[in-house]
């Protein structure tokens, strides 16, 4: 396995998940993607490990980016409270299930794109959002999905959420 991509929109309002993210290998692409995330920190752009609790970190290693710049300590809290929470456990799951290969949690890493809005105020839906986000990724990503004909079949009918209206 070397990159493997999933992405999945959860939720509405303010706490609206949004979730993108690659999984593969320690020693190809992802790898060092995940290296450099975990090394190269920016000022509102707090990087940091998916853990289920402190020295519980899951597998495969997951780093967790931000996908806005993080404005104010509410903001930071919620990254590092529910997110990396909803994150964690998702991906615990994920390999619990089967969706990740128990036997490659090891060799595989994960990095994860997480938005959180800087006017988001309902913690339950930040992680509720975010779990299912993370979960759906995983099984996007490890599934192949969407498919190419899958892709070409939505091409003329889909339906973004914030296209605006033209």
């Known amino acids: ?9 959860v939720g509405d309002g303010n706490e609206v998940a949004h979730i993108d993210l690659m999984i593969g290998s320690k020693t190809g692409p992802v790898g060092i993607a995940f290296a450099n995330a975990l090394s190269t920190q920016s000022e509102g752009h707090t990087n940091l490990l998916a853990v289920l609790e402190p020295n519980v970190a899951v597998k495969p290693s997951t ?23 909803a994150v964690a456990k998702a991906v615990a799951d994920a390999v619990s299930e089967g969706i990740i290969p128990k036997d490659q949690a090891e060799d595989l890493v994960c990095v994860c794109g997480v938005f959180i809005h800087p006017e ?4 339950e839906k930040i992680y509720n959002y975010n779990y299912e986000a ?4 995983l099984v996007n990503a490890m599934g192949g ?4 004909d899958e892709m070409i079949a939505k091409k003329d009918s889909a339906a973004h959420p914030f296209k605006g209206n033209f």
Do not use: C
Not at 134 to 137: E, G, I
């Open 1 to 9: 396995m070397s990159l493997f991509v999933g992405e999945a929109l």
């Open 63 to 85: 780093v967790m980016i931000t996908k806005v710049t993080l404005k104010g300590f509410k903001q930071v809290v919620q990254m590092f409270g529910p997110a990396q929470a």
């Open 120 to 123: 988001a105020e309902d913690d």
């Open 134 to 137: 993370v979960k759906q990724s």
């Open 145 to 148: 999905k969407p498919t190419a």
